[in-house]
């Protein structure tokens, strides 16, 4: 009995796992973080109290949702964008880490 084959497929299998694509919801996620971690930049949200703060910033998001760049990203994300990008834009501590986890 061949004892390497099986290791093979499931070393194969977990290879296709990792480059298999982000969801629609890991899109979502993943844009959503972005953006409010960028979301006031410009508009000066770290004066702000932290808990307006957050509002403003989920405010921000709400509002870029709306925008229709935000599909197209969305759109291409879901094509683009392997689970192994995601995860790592998911434990990006700031925008330019997210941002190397794509490019």
Do not use: H
């Given at each position: 009995?061949?004892?390497?084959?099986?290791?093979?497929?499931?070393?194969?299998?977990?290879?296709?796992?990792?480059?298999?694509?982000?969801?629609?919801?890991?899109?979502?996620?993943?844009?959503?973080?972005?953006?409010?971690?960028?979301?006031?930049?410009?508009?000066?949200?770290?004066?702000?109290?932290?808990?307006?703060?957050?509002?403003?910033?989920?405010?921000?998001?709400?509002?870029?949702?709306?925008d229709?760049?935000?599909?197209?990203v969305?759109?291409?994300?879901?094509?683009?964008?392997?689970?192994?990008?995601?995860?790592?834009?998911?434990?990006?501590?700031?925008?330019?880490?997210?941002?190397?986890?794509?490019?």
């Amino acid at each position: 009995m061949n004892r390497g084959l099986p290791i093979a497929l499931t070393v194969s299998s977990l290879v296709l796992a990792c480059d298999a694509k982000a969801s629609r919801a890991e899109c979502t996620e993943m844009l959503d973080k972005y953006v409010f971690m960028t979301a006031g930049g410009e508009s000066g949200f770290a004066d702000l109290p932290a808990e307006l703060a957050t509002a403003a910033r989920l405010s921000e998001l709400a509002l870029r949702k709306t925008d229709t760049r935000y599909a197209r990203v969305q759109q291409q994300c879901e094509a683009e964008i392997t689970r192994r990008e995601y995860r790592c834009a998911m434990k990006a501590p700031s925008p330019e880490t997210w941002q190397a986890c794509i490019d």
